[in-house]
């Protein structure tokens, strides 16, 4: 049995442990571009419009 948070730390070491999680290269090349943010309201008042 664990204590809560237990199984996450362990998976986290885990991961650490492997220098990270796998991620597909097209999908990390959309997270690190601009094309994520084109669309964004973090400039605009959404209820102006």
């Known amino acids: 049995m664990y204590?809560?948070?237990e199984r996450a730390l362990i998976r986290k070491a885990k991961c650490?442990?492997?220098g990270g999680i796998e991620i597909v290269d097209d999908?990390?090349?959309y997270l690190t571009s601009d094309k994520l943010y084109i669309h964004s309201w973090?400039?605009?008042n959404r209820?102006?419009?």
């Open 3 to 5: 204590y809560p948070g």
């Open 16 to 18: 650490d442990a492997a």
């Open 27 to 29: 999908i990390y090349e």
């Open 42 to 44: 973090d400039h605009k």
């Open 47 to 49: 209820f102006a419009e």
